[in-house]
């Protein structure tokens, strides 16, 4: 399920940085518009009383906390080593995802009933939901696979609660769109050429859903290698 304490510390800081990298653009676009310097930025992040605040505010603590743990716990910790076996990992993280997206249907309900938009806007909203949702989830399962812990996944699903989708319309009109563009190209590119060697399996050690799948006459070069 992901707990254990071999590897932790690459597991926890690795796969974010390759998710920061991805998000590079939106990054570079979010200090373009913060009002305070990169200084002003840096105390109030590590201000005791900035995290003292947060940690008093339940929407905060729902979207940074628990859902990132409880999701990551069910959808990656619990149900792959489930499909897996019966699947094969590489079914089992495409599959998994699925699942995941449709966890987030709750949304459609909440909107019809208090009338926040159209029928149609509401459900266009919940399909693009669905397909970002269940490409993060692809994305988070296959670090859980090549890491073997639940750390990575779980730190990376709160980053991109606190980031969420990235504004391209924004970004396209901003006043500085061709720097910003570059960062966006670049941080995906960076992303695709770091994916392999950031999460490969020997800087965490054995992986135990690969070891479990190697018990039962199964292994998937590709994924565990």
């Keep these: ?20 990298i991805l998000f590079l653009g939106p990054l570079i676009q979010l200090s373009m518009d913060c009002p305070c310097d990169l200084a002003d930025g840096l105390k109030v992040v590590l201000a005791p009383r900035s995290w003292a605040r947060c940690l008093t505010d339940m929407r905060w603590l729902r979207n940074q906390v628990i859902a990132p743990l409880t999701e990551e716990l069910v959808f990656r910790a619990c149900m792959l080593p489930m499909l897996a076996p019966c699947t094969g990992l590489g079914p089992a993280v495409f599959t998994c995802p ?22 149609g806007s509401i459900f266009l909203s919940a399909a693009f939901q669905f397909s970002y949702t269940a490409v993060f989830g692809a994305y988070t ?31 396209l009109e901003h006043p500085q769109r061709r720097p910003l563009l570059a960062g966006y190209a670049l941080g995906v590119g960076l992303f695709l050429l770091l994916l392999q060697p950031l999460t490969d399996p020997k800087l965490y050690g054995s992986l135990p859903l690969c070891v479990l799948l190697e018990r039962a006459g199964d292994s998937e070069a590709l994924l565990c290698s």
């Design 98 to 119: 699925l699942f995941f997206g449709v966890a987030h249907f709750h949304h459609i309900i909440e909107q019809l009933r208090f009338r926040q938009s159209s029928v």
């Design 141 to 171: 399962a296959f670090l859980f696979i090549r890491t073997g812990h639940l750390i990575g996944p779980v730190l990376c699903h709160s980053f991109c609660n606190y980031m969420g989708f990235p504004a391209v319309c924004a970004a």
């Design 1 to 20: 399920m992901g707990f254990r304490l071999e590897g932790i510390f690459p597991a926890a800081l690795l796969p974010l940085l390759l998710t920061m």
